[in-house]
């Protein structure tokens, strides 16, 4: 669980740090063991996990039809708990597949974040900027 640790943001800053940590740690294990169980060369075992991706997504997209009860057929069959349950596993899977391509997955993941988040938000010390997060 993350928590601010207090007043000054330092505290939380390296409680995040330990619990990404964590959590990189716990992905690779799952690659490791789906990769101990698997019969398929590495190379397709990368493939497989993008690949799985869609099939998560669209067990998302089931849970949000189902929440909706759009499905005449089942009705309200799944609950937003059940949604965010997917989304997990969605985000799990993709950070497993992250894992199998590149050998820093966590380096590249906050590069990509940071980049994102550079060109659609604003500066956090509240200097004006254009939408790309240059300075304007």
């Given at each position: 669980m993350r928590g601010n640790g207090g007043g000054n943001g330092r505290m939380g800053e390296r409680v995040d740090e330990q619990?990404?940590?964590?959590?990189?740690?716990?992905?690779?294990?799952?690659?490791?063991?789906?990769?101990?169980?698997?019969?398929?060369?590495?190379?397709?075992?990368r493939v497989l996990q993008c690949l799985k991706?869609?099939?998560?997504?669209?067990?998302?997209?089931?849970?949000?039809?189902?929440a909706l009860g759009q499905n005449p057929r089942k009705g309200f069959s799944h609950t937003w708990d059940d949604v965010a349950d997917e989304l997990c596993d969605?985000?799990?899977?993709?950070?497993?597949?992250?894992?199998?391509?590149?050998?820093?997955?966590?380096?590249?993941?906050?590069?990509?974040?940071?980049?994102?988040?550079?060109?659609v938000l604003p500066p956090l010390d509240g200097t004006a900027g254009d939408r790309d997060g240059r300075p304007a």
């Open positions: 619990v990404g940590e964590q959590q990189w740690g716990t992905v690779r294990r799952l690659a490791d063991w789906l990769a101990e169980g698997s019969t398929q060369p590495p190379e397709m075992q991706l869609s099939e998560e997504a669209g067990e998302v997209a089931e849970a949000v039809i189902g969605v985000v799990i899977t993709a950070m497993v597949a992250l894992v199998r391509v590149h050998p820093d997955p966590a380096a590249a993941f906050d590069a990509h974040l940071a980049k994102v988040a550079a060109r």
